[in-house]
């Protein structure tokens, strides 16, 4: 697979979890990273610093990915600072459990805000500033292929995220931009581990081939390879990453 020298990455949501690790893989790989980040100033530099002292270039923004005023910021500054954006990687979401019966609005609008229109609004600006025969890749969830209680409105979010993404494909192919969605399964991150017991764990590694959780590595380099030349003919596609589990 030939690398990503000189290429531009911009992964949202990148300063922990998978994000992050898409970062240092991306990196790792040649390209040259914008790590953004809503909350988590401190853990977005220490991806940039990991990665510089790795030998590439990394920069963190700041930015909302569910305001468009944020988006177009964080889009100009990378340009203005790498002179182009080739790579997006849409990874920046919450998932927020409840039965659809006990879901409050502000559940259901933050997820809507966040998942939702937070990939319109970098895809909105991705079409002009994104550079010709870029790619992108989105991150969606096995969720969209189960049927688990509680995960309803997370996985509508994340299945609007993958029609976006394969009109956008349609819409943008003429300037050479490949636009795919990653659908990741159960992924060991601190995130996910978090409060969940070790029967759980358990349980949910169990429900594919290889009876364990994902990692986020197993993630990162699924979206290499789609960031890459020898990818650029996959388009519009839905790739699960999730050991078989559905």
């Known amino acids: 697979m030939s690398n990503l020298k000189e290429k531009v990455a911009l992964i949202t949501g990148s300063s922990r979890g998978i994000g992050a690790e898409i970062a240092k893989t991306l990196a790792k790989n040649g390209a040259k990273?914008?790590?953004?980040?809503?909350?988590?100033?401190?853990?977005?530099?220490?991806?940039?610093?990991?990665?510089?002292?790795?030998?590439?270039?990394?920069?963190?923004?700041?930015?909302d990915v569910s305001r468009k005023e944020d988006?177009?910021?964080?889009?100009?500054?990378?340009?203005?600072?790498f002179g182009k954006v080739d790579i997006l990687v849409n990874n920046a979401g919450v998932m927020l459990n409840s039965l659809i019966k006990d879901a409050t609005d502000d559940l259901f609008e933050k997820q809507m805000n966040i998942n939702v229109k937070g990939v319109f609004n970098t895809?909105?600006?991705?079409?002009?500033?994104?550079?010709?025969?870029?790619?992108?890749?989105?991150?969606?969830?096995?969720?969209t292929r189960t049927?688990?209680?509680?995960?309803?409105?997370?996985?509508?979010?994340?299945?609007?995220?993958q029609q976006l993404s394969r009109v956008f494909a349609k819409e943008t192919g003429s300037r050479g931009i490949n636009v795919n969605c990653v659908l990741p399964g159960p992924t060991g991150t601190d995130l996910f581990l978090k409060g969940?017991?070790?029967?759980?764990?358990?349980?949910?590694?169990?429900?594919?081939?290889?009876?364990?959780?994902?990692?986020?590595?197993?993630?990162?380099?699924?979206?290499?390879?789609?960031?890459?030349d020898e990818a650029k003919w996959i388009s519009a596609q839905n790739i699960g990453a999730n050991g078989a589990m559905a």
């Open 33 to 63: 990273i914008v790590v953004n980040y809503a909350g988590s100033k401190e853990a977005a530099e220490n991806v940039v610093k990991e990665i510089i002292q790795n030998g590439s270039e990394a920069i963190a923004i700041q930015a």
């Open 71 to 81: 988006v177009t910021r964080m889009f100009d500054q990378a340009i203005a600072y």
């Open 123 to 143: 895809l909105r600006e991705a079409s002009t500033k994104l550079a010709d025969n870029g790619s992108i890749i989105n991150l969606s969830s096995t969720v």
């Open 147 to 161: 049927i688990f209680p509680t995960y309803g409105i997370y996985s509508a979010s994340k299945a609007a995220v």
């Open 196 to 228: 969940k017991s070790e029967e759980l764990i358990t349980q949910l590694a169990s429900t594919n081939a290889f009876k364990r959780l994902g990692t986020p590595d197993d993630i990162a380099k699924i979206v290499v390879f789609l960031a890459s």
